[in-house]
Each structure stands twice: as structure tokens, then as C-alpha cells.
């Protein structure tokens, strides 16, 4: 059964970057059928995508967070990340990873998530 | 602000049947692209519940069932009950934001 499991910081100050990294374990990160996302929930809100990534290292990214967002893949460790810059109270939520179907588009395994809180 | 829009809330007794709508655009749902849908139990990740505008993944009961027509969809429960008070996303692809999945507003059910 494929898990997903994020890992990162749970407080990170204004105006710094905020890394966190999912890893992907009962299967590969390296299957050509999916891409692998980060979606986020402020406390309270809906769903907002972040980004996604592919084996190969292709991403494409929310266009509203893209100056702030780099996700990268390191397929000898089953794992991605995710880098946003320039954090704000405004980016406290739950972080959530996934895996895309590459051509359905479809979120089927979900982490179960991490709180990251921006505060001084 | 998403591009597709969900109804904040709907509610309905053990039994009955609600419907959560999905309205989208000519970049998106209209375009053509799938519509999924989520159920965020309180406190969980999101579960995906339908997929292809309208298959449910293994292990999802029947009550569930969704559709797709024009630049709308919906996802309908059937026979609703206290397990299904949760929160509920429409998901699909939009051409006009660089490549971009984008998630509903969400909607609340609560069984009454």
C-alpha cells in the first residue's frame, strides 16, 4: 500500500523559507503514470494546489505562488520537497503531499498532513 | 480565490439524498477536463471519492455518484448518513492558469 509521509519544520519565522519533504514509500517516485503535489489548508479554509513535480524533475507550479515556490525530487531517496520563500502569517496551513495520476489528473494517495505555523 | 465554486453548506436527514454543485468555466470543467471529488473527514486528509466525473474508487459505497454536464458538475449522496457529515471538494484543470489544478470552495454537509 503506497504512504506518503511529510516531514519538515512545524513553526518557521516571517519572511523566511519554509522546507518541508515527502516521503514516498510502498512504491516508486520514479513511475512514469504520476506526478507527485503539494497542496495546502489554512486552518479553517479550502484546498489550494501548491505545485507538482515528475520523476524527471518537470514541475509546474500555482501560478500565484510561483515567484515563492521550487519543488525538487530525489528519486534515490523515494522523495520530493518543497521550498516557499518569503513566508508570511498569510502561509500558515496544512501541508499536504500527493500523488497525481499523470494523465486523469486525480489525487489518489494523500499524506496525512503537517501544520507549519509562521510566527515570530 | 478558486474558479470553481461550491456551495458553502448543505445539510439533510439520515436517509435523504443532497447534491453539492461545481460551477466552473469554458477553461475548465466547459474545456472538457475531469471533475474529482474529495471527502475531508474533520481532522483527515482528503479522501478521493470520485474520479472521471463520475467512478468511484474501491471500497466507496454507491451512495455516491457524480456527473458532469456543460461547464457545471455535481456530486450526489444518496441514502445519507451520520458518516457522511464531512467536508466535500470538486477538483479538476484549468488551461487558462498555466497548467493548474485547482480545488472547489468546498462545501459543508451536515446530517441533520
Known amino acids: 500500500q503506497l504512504q506518503l509521509q511529510e516531514s519538515g519544520p512545524g513553526l518557521v519565522k516571517p519572511s523566511e523559507t519554509l522546507s518541508l519533504t515527502c516521503t514516498v514509500s510502498g512504491g516508486s517516485i520514479s513511475s512514469s503514470s504520476y506526478y507527485w503535489g503539494w497542496i495546502r489548508q489554512p486552518p479553517g479554509k479550502g484546498l489550494e494546489w501548491i505545485g507538482s513535480i515528475y520523476y524527471s524533475g518537470s514541475t509546474y507550479y500555482n501560478p500565484s505562488l510561483k515567484s515563492r515556490v521550487t519543488i525538487s525530487v530525489d528519486t534515490s531517496k523515494n522523495q520530493f520537497s518543497l521550498k516557499l520563500s518569503s513566508v508570511t502569517a498569510a502561509d500558515t496551513a496544512v501541508y499536504y503531499c500527493?500523488?497525481?495520476?499523470?494523465?486523469?489528473?486525480?489525487?489518489?494517495?494523500w499524506g496525512q498532513g503537517t501544520l507549519v505555523t509562521v510566527s515570530s | 480565490q478558486s474558479v470553481l465554486t461550491q456551495p458553502p453548506s448543505v445539510s439533510g436527514a439520515p436517509g435523504q439524498r443532497v447534491t453539492i454543485s461545481c460551477t466552473g468555466s469554458s477553461s475548465n470543467i466547459g474545456a472538457g477536463y475531469d471533475v474529482h471529488w474529495y471527502q475531508q473527514l474533520p481532522g483527515t486528509a482528503p479522501k478521493l471519492l470520485i474520479y472521471?466525473?463520475?467512478n468511484r474508487p474501491s471500497g466507496v459505497p454507491d451512495r455516491f455518484s457524480g456527473s458532469k454536464s456543460g461547464t457545471s458538475a455535481s456530486l450526489a449522496i444518496t441514502g445519507l448518513q451520520a458518516e457522511d457529515e464531512a467536508d466535500y471538494y470538486c477538483?479538476?484543470?484549468?488551461?487558462?492558469?498555466?497548467?493548474?489544478?485547482?480545488f472547489g470552495t468546498g462545501t459543508k454537509v451536515t446530517v441533520l
Open positions: 500527493a500523488r497525481r495520476w499523470f494523465r486523469e489528473l486525480r489525487f489518489d494517495y
Open positions: 472521471g466525473n463520475s
Open positions: 477538483q479538476s484543470y484549468d488551461s487558462s492558469l498555466s497548467g493548474s489544478n485547482v
